[in-house]
């Protein structure tokens, strides 16, 4: 870890998604990097706790609370856990998220709608509720993915001149993932220039909030606070039906990279990034 992390008297972490998979890694190296209290959480209690004591296995020790970003209440009762707890925040890593498999027998349009809800929706919601707590030279990351990227550069020229937008803000953004939403459900979303991707296209919301965001932080008075968004790789998970060309641990290295940069980052800083480089959206 750099000594040039600037670090309170309580520093804590969280990782949202991590009982299993690349937030399972990411907690792992968090404890052994991150100064202070990490914590995982899981929408199942039973299986964050038995995640938990599998890394107390290997000597780490984590702390668990649950989390459903879908839920306003969980992650209400995650912010007064820490704020009555350590009374701020220094890490936050959105790890959460989901995808419907090739095979899912669901409609299109409700994929789209659950997909949304968690990726980006869920993802949205844990900012603006826990953003409050961050705390000077704060680290947020965001996983998003290359297949973003990839949906992106499928959508019509219309659209990508608006996700490229300089004037682009939040309500955007929304607008745009709810465009893509209702358009799915009217099953006119190819008609309105979308790609056939839900996962794509959530990830797409949340690669551009990271742009946003960074854009608010700079103008807050809180210093340092720099949010990140990345890629993790081809990783081995459930998510990926086992496939991928990396482990959980090699998919984790660039979120802990982003989580652990040292004070006063001058980049990367509201970027896209893979392999610890930093990649452009479009």
Same mark, same amino acid.
């Given at each position: 870890?750099?000594?040039?992390?600037?670090?309170?008297?309580?520093? !804590?972490?969280?990782?949202?998604?991590?009982?299993?998979?690349?937030?399972?890694?990411?907690? #792992?190296?968090?404890?052994?990097? !991150?100064?202070?209290?990490?914590?995982?959480?899981?929408?199942?209690? =039973?299986?964050? *706790?038995?995640?938990?004591?599998?890394?107390?296995? =290997?000597?780490?020790? @984590?702390?668990?609370?649950?989390?459903?970003?879908?839920?306003?209440?969980?992650?209400? #009762?995650?912010?007064? +856990?820490? /704020? &009555?707890?350590?009374?701020?925040?220094?890490?936050?890593?959105?790890?959460?998220?989901?995808?419907?498999? &090739?095979?899912?027998?669901? @409609?299109?349009? $409700? /994929?789209?709608?659950?997909?949304?809800?968690?990726? +980006?929706?869920?993802?949205?919601?844990?900012? *603006?509720?826990?953003? %409050?707590?961050?705390? @000077?030279?704060?680290?947020?990351?965001?996983?998003?993915?290359?297949?973003?990227?990839?949906?992106?550069?499928?959508?019509?020229?219309?659209?990508?001149?608006? !996700?490229?937008?300089?004037?682009?803000?939040?309500?955007?953004?929304?607008?745009?993932?709810? =465009?893509?939403?209702?358009?799915?459900?009217?099953?006119?979303?190819?008609?309105?220039?979308?790609?056939?991707?839900?996962?794509?296209?959530?990830?797409?919301?949340?690669?551009?909030?990271?742009?946003?965001?960074?854009?608010?932080?700079?103008?807050?008075?809180?210093?340092?606070?720099?949010?990140?968004?990345?890629?993790?790789?081809?990783?081995?998970?459930?998510?990926?039906? /086992?496939?991928?060309? $990396?482990?959980?641990?090699?998919?984790?290295?660039?979120?802990?990279?982003?989580? &652990?940069?040292?004070?006063?980052?001058?980049? %990367?800083?509201? /970027?896209?990034?893979? =392999?610890?480089?930093? $990649?452009?959206?479009?």
């Amino acid at each position: 870890m750099s000594a040039a992390w600037v670090c309170s008297v309580t520093d !804590f972490t969280t990782v949202t998604g991590s009982n299993k998979g690349i937030g399972y890694a990411i907690v #792992r190296g968090l404890c052994k990097q !991150f100064p202070g209290d990490v914590i995982l959480t899981a929408r199942s209690e =039973e299986n964050g *706790r038995e995640s938990v004591k599998k890394l107390n296995e =290997e000597g780490l020790k @984590p702390l668990f609370h649950q989390l459903d970003i879908t839920d306003d209440a969980s992650v209400r #009762r995650m912010r007064d +856990f820490l /704020q &009555m707890n350590y009374g701020g925040l220094d890490v936050l890593v959105n790890n959460a998220a989901i995808a419907y498999k &090739m095979a899912a027998k669901e @409609p299109f349009s $409700k /994929q789209v709608e659950v997909t949304m809800a968690t990726n +980006f929706c869920g993802t949205l919601n844990v900012c *603006r509720v826990l953003f %409050p707590l961050l705390r @000077p030279h704060a680290r947020v990351v965001h996983l998003s993915s290359r297949s973003g990227s990839f949906t992106a550069a499928r959508c019509s020229k219309a659209l990508q001149t608006r !996700f490229l937008d300089p004037e682009l803000s939040m309500l955007k953004i929304e607008q745009l993932m709810n =465009e893509f939403v209702e358009s799915a459900k009217a099953d006119i979303h190819k008609t309105n220039g979308w790609h056939d991707s839900a996962y794509g296209t959530t990830k797409i919301g949340v690669t551009l909030m990271t742009y946003v965001q960074q854009r608010e932080f700079s103008a807050d008075s809180r210093p340092d606070i720099v949010v990140n968004s990345c890629c993790p790789g081809f990783v081995v998970t459930d998510l990926t039906s /086992q496939r991928g060309t $990396k482990t959980i641990d090699e998919g984790a290295d660039t979120p802990l990279y982003l989580a &652990m940069l040292p004070a006063n980052t001058t980049s %990367p800083k509201g /970027q896209f990034v893979c =392999e610890r480089e930093i $990649k452009t959206m479009l």
